[in-house]
């Protein structure tokens, strides 16, 4: 028998997470913090709670898809929080990006209670959420890993063990790292190669054409060429998870010079009103700290 | 008939793009500043010559591969130099990654005396530099271009018009930036999640599996993770063009946050006598500032 | 008739401030975490106290000297924690180098019980805490200020209102920001200039004859010179403040470039094992980074 | 007999010099690139030399005080330079801010032609300049710079010699750092610290009255307290004496994390079109990148 699955969290990302977990035919329930997002996933046939313990109690398995580490907490340790919902047998995948910290607690709130929990952030954009082609790291037990991989393969396509509880929330802070550093060095080329009088086309092309091509420059330099700021990931998110991962290495006495450095860019985006633009929108910052617009 | 080509500066890459330009018959003169470098492709069947203006009397078409402006300047300008040997008809190709304005310079020299030069520093590292698999990004008139793709394509697989003189330069510079922040990302990525217990296995798998995958990655990752650095591209070099990058982006007053952030790390690396490692040793100077070693 | 004086915290600075409130002849009750380092306090005549809370009732006035916002939660509002020992009347002085959303929440709690708090972090360091010199940069109500202002002047030699709660924090972080470039900045130069063959003593010299001189440089500069990395203000401690007008700063969405930068070298000192010596081992670490030691 | 001075470069800062030397009684010629400003000291009894060779020739003593590098180049080695009017016994005093490589190859040209340099670059504003209150860093022989005292007491009141030649240069490049990191410091601070409400009155009182106050804060936050950016040090300068300052530490292999960032937000400043204000525009490049105008 399918297990039930509620679903916590419906923005971007979750709200098409989702919607894949009911394609696959698993029973579902929904809560939103502001529940009018979940009237397209009730008309689907999602059950709908009226509060997180309300959604632990009614499901097998929570997938949880927030903000950040103080909504998480919110959503398990409220008073009317997940964990009043929890007995022996209950299992939370952790899909939200937070610092390994928090998903340890969780994790040992929940063994207390007889549950447990599995770290499964995940890679793939929006349009991966829609595509059911997302690609989790997952962190925790590996017999709930392997568990619960028929839940994750509704929503994604591979699902990568990384360890121990914290380790998968660790990879999720090192891929945004990766996304952060490839999207400030593109934003810093084309700044430079437009004042030089490159076309962008041109730039893409020999970036495409080259051994450090990635399908991350065509998909995120297509959108700049465009100038499509169109939301996939936030500006503030990315902003959130460079935060985090700064305070993991912090620590561990641990210096992130670059990361540091680009953080500050972005931060820049932010006070210039981007905020809530795609990450593409970096490059308007240096845009304007270079005097272009 | 084939064209007469010469070739300057049998380095790490040089001395491989011109034992292909022999193999696909193009007869073949040779110079190198230390002379015994030339010893194996005069045996492969490559005349020397005693100077840079033998060179040029010598051949139809000069491809130059040294190591900076400086020492294009004493290629081109010197007393013995290149220019002497210039006359109506004649082709400099410069594949050395200098900045814009020195192009521009050889260029106007070359012209003034009849000739013609194009930029096309080229991307692939030594082993596509070995298997003839270079990308060129060009800069000089289209023509010039145009007249000169077969000698490129002796040596490499694709040859990207940028625009006028100077812009393939530019190009060059900004695809090794991309290099840089790639480089630094992954390497501030692996030394957290090294210190947080994560298999550098693992990560790198996260890492390919994802939509910010490169080839980038699956080469410079593993020799990371076996920790080889043998130089296919050395820090040293890796600075020199971070450095005329840093100076471009000067002369156009556009700041570069991230990359200056990037060039005093792998200044760190220089500090710590890395510089003529390959650049993956980047990973060393981020360990010792962690304290890890 | 003097006020009874309650101090939490006797750290470095807060057990020479509380000393100089006994000699000033305020009757004084303290507490610390620690209850061992009472006693040189309790020897020269203070009440030792068993709790924040029995702190707070014995007291007219109690001030706050710990490390970081979390000590402060702890001693505020922990189960036996000074609020309980809070009514009409009572006045808190936050001495603590912390954030001005925490200083916020404690006025707003202490004010719902009829007392009132003020922020008067200080400058000045263990020597001027012991001469009692220190200069207070005060945050709450004015009238709260020149009430409290005779026990700050027990203390220290000035006291500068800043404005409203969270401003005396604010500034005080402006304040560490400065001293973290002129630290960060004589720390590069001191190096460079080592390198270059330049005495210590002669740079010294320079600087504090120029227009750019300061006290701090002359009294930081001698103890880098003798290699006395003793403990004045320690790198944990530093880094813990940077890490506070970051967050600040990112809370206002204003890009810090410089002080990300800087707190990055002082995150390598802890690397490398020097948190718990005093700032000027900074130099320290810039050395490893040029390969010096 | 007073020696018969030549004051080459008559700028913000050569013109006051050049003007002190003068009313101490010295003989003066001067040369300057663009005539016209030679004007005023030709009224107040100055000769005009026709070039830098005519300069040297009519002169004892040559003081320099040009922008750069190249400028430094232009002046001593071109056609009509001041080397082919130097002869046995004549004396070269270098104020331009420049690199050690620089003031070590005109010295070795002086030598070979009986003559002798000493670099004593300076600081002390424009103020300073006018008033004779400049501090001059020397390097060279020992005997040399006590033999050309008499020339730099008429310009300034100080004159430490810091060792031989190039130590002078990199002292000075020293010290600009140091400008440079309390410039920055100050402004980041002076952002945060307004966009939460504190006054700049307050915060620059409370600055003065701490242990880290100098005279530069003074004088520095008073105009930016009035937004009085008038030129006394131009970022266009500033900028060219970090770069320099960033290729002396790399020539060492020295990273400057710190002031690499530095750098690229006054890079920003010159993008934003500052470039001829007052080094005190910095705030204003960071005021764009925090949104605040």
């Excluded at 952030?121 to 829609?130: D, I, L, V």
């Excluded at 330099?221 to 939301?231: C, E, H, L, T, V």
């Amino acid at each position: 028998m399918q297990k039930r699955v509620g679903f916590a969290g419906l923005g971007l990302m979750g709200s098409r997470m989702a919607e894949n977990l009911l394609k696959k035919g698993f029973p579902l329930t929904v809560w939103n913090r502001t529940e009018e997002r979940c009237g397209p996933l009730a008309k689907a046939g999602a059950r709908v709670a009226k509060s997180p313990r309300e959604l632990g109690e009614s499901s097998d398995v929570v997938v949880a898809c927030v903000a950040d580490p103080p909504a998480v907490e919110r959503l398990v340790f409220a008073e009317d929080g997940l964990l009043g919902g929890v007995r022996a047998g209950f299992r939370y995948i952790e899909s939200s990006t937070v610092d390994p910290e928090t998903t340890r607690r969780v994790q040992a709130a929940l063994r207390e209670r007889g549950g447990d929990a599995l770290e499964a952030p995940m890679t793939g954009s929006k349009n991966g959420a829609a595509q059911g082609t997302l690609l989790f790291m997952t962190g925790g037990a590996r017999a709930v890993h392997d568990e619960l991989l028929p839940v994750l393969m509704a929503m994604g396509t591979k699902a990568i063990w990384c360890g121990e509880m914290g380790q998968g929330s660790v990879m999720k802070l090192i891929g945004n790292t990766l996304i952060s550093f490839m999207l400030e060095g593109m934003c810093e080329g084309l700044v430079v190669g437009g004042k030089a009088g490159l076309k962008i086309e041109t730039m893409l092309e020999v970036i495409m054409a080259s051994g450090f091509s990635s399908p991350y420059y065509t998909f995120k330099g297509a959108a700049i060429a465009k100038r499509d700021f169109d939301q996939h990931f936030s500006v503030d998110l990315l902003v959130k998870d460079q935060t985090l991962m700064l305070e993991t290495a912090a620590a561990q006495r641990t210096p992130l010079p670059g990361l540091a450095a680009i953080r500050e860019v972005c931060q820049s985006a932010r006070g210039l009103g981007f905020g809530q633009e795609d990450i593409g929108a970096v490059v308007k910052a240096l845009e304007r700290m270079a005097g272009l617009s």
